[in-house]
C-alpha cells in the first residue's frame, strides 16, 4: 500500500450520530420535541429489509422516535400515496422516508412528489432538488452530504479545488456536482458518454466515484495526492468461491497514489445512515 490516508467512515459516522444524539436531546429539553422519522417499506425486498431495520435501530440509539410501515408488494399506489399524506399531517413525523426501489406498478416519482419537501429526509424531493441547486437551503441527499463530510475530513476547505464526479445520478452524482459547487469546488461532471474518462479523472484533486461498476476507476488515473471518495459497493465473485464487496474505484492500486481514500466496505456506506438522522434532526429543528 501506498502513502494514502484511509479514510474511516465508520468512526466519522459514529461522531456524527453522537452530535445528532447530542442535537436531539437538546431539543427535547429545550422544545419538548422529539425528531420522528418514518420509514416505509413496500414489498419483500431482502436488501430493503435489512436497510430499513438498520435505520430504525440507529434512529432509535440516537433518541428519535422511529416509525416503521411495511406494505405487502401488491399494495395499490393510490394506498402508499394515503399513507404519505396521513404521515404529511402527523405531528411527531418529521421525516419521511420510502424505501427504494418500489414495486413496479407504483410510479415512484409521484410517491417523492407526494412527500411534504419539509420531510423529504431522502432530499429527493424537486423542491428541495431546486433548492440545493439555487444555492438555497435544502434538504440534501444523505450519501452526497456523507461524501462531503469525508472529503472535508481530510481538508476542510475545499474551495478551489478540482472536483470530478463520475455518474451522474439523481441520487449521487448530481447532487454531489451541486454540494461541490456550493463548496467553491471547480466541478466536471464525468459518466459513461464521456471522452477519455482517465484525462479527464487525472486532473481531480477530488474525485468522487459513483458509477457502479466494479474497479473502473484504474490507480493511473488518479492525480498524486487527491483525495479519492469511492460511492460504489459491488459484489463480486472471490477465490473461495464466496463473494466480496468492492467499490468502483481499484482500490489497491489508487491508495498506491491517492493522497486519501475511502474503503469498501467502511468508508461512504456507515455515511448514509448517519447523514439521514442529520436530516431528520435538521427537519425537526426546521419545524415552527
Known amino acids: 500500500m501506498g502513502a494514502a490516508r484511509i479514510i474511516d467512515g465508520k468512526a466519522i459516522a459514529a461522531a456524527v450520530r453522537r452530535e445528532v444524539a447530542a442535537g436531539a436531546a437538546a431539543l427535547q429539553r429545550e422544545r419538548g420535541l422529539t425528531p420522528g422519522l418514518a420509514v416505509v417499506l413496500v414489498g419483500e425486498n431482502p436488501a430493503s429489509q435489512v436497510y430499513v431495520r438498520s435505520k430504525a435501530k440507529a434512529t432509535r440509539e440516537a433518541g428519535m422516535l422511529s416509525i416503521e410501515h411495511t406494505l405487502p408488494a401488491e399494495t395499490p399506489e393510490a394506498e402508499l400515496l394515503a399513507l404519505i399524506a396521513d404521515l404529511n399531517r402527523r405531528g411527531d413525523v418529521h421525516g419521511i422516508l420510502v424505501q427504494l426501489p418500489l414495486p413496479k406498478h407504483i410510479d415512484a416519482g409521484k410517491v417523492i412528489e407526494a412527500i411534504d419537501p419539509a420531510k423529504d429526509v431522502d432530499g429527493f424531493h424537486p423542491v428541495n432538488v431546486g433548492r440545493l441547486a439555487s444555492g438555497a437551503k435544502a434538504l440534501a441527499p444523505c450519501t452526497p452530504t456523507g461524501c462531503l463530510i469525508l472529503a472535508k475530513s481530510v481538508r476542510a476547505e475545499l474551495a478551489g479545488l478540482e472536483a470530478v464526479v463520475i455518474g451522474r445520478s439523481n441520487i449521487v452524482g448530481k447532487p ?103 436530516n431528520t434532526l435538521d427537519a425537526a429543528k426546521a419545524k415552527p
Open 176 to 278: 454531489m456536482a451541486q454540494l461541490l459547487l456550493g463548496e467553491s469546488c471547480t466541478v466536471t461532471v464525468a459518466h459513461s458518454r464521456t471522452r477519455d474518462l482517465p484525462g479527464v479523472v487525472r486532473r481531480g484533486d477530488l474525485v468522487v466515484a459513483a458509477v457502479g461498476r466494479p474497479e473502473m476507476v484504474r490507480g493511473s488515473w488518479i492525480k498524486p495526492g487527491a483525495i479519492v471518495i469511492d460511492v460504489g459497493i459491488n459484489r463480486v465473485p472471490a477465490a473461495d468461491g464466496k463473494t466480496r464487496l468492492v467499490g468502483d474505484v481499484a482500490y489497491a492500486e489508487a491508495a498506491e497514489v491517492a493522497g486519501a481514500i475511502t474503503p469498501v466496505p467502511g468508508g461512504v456506506g456507515p455515511m448514509t445512515i448517519a447523514c439521514l438522522l442529520k
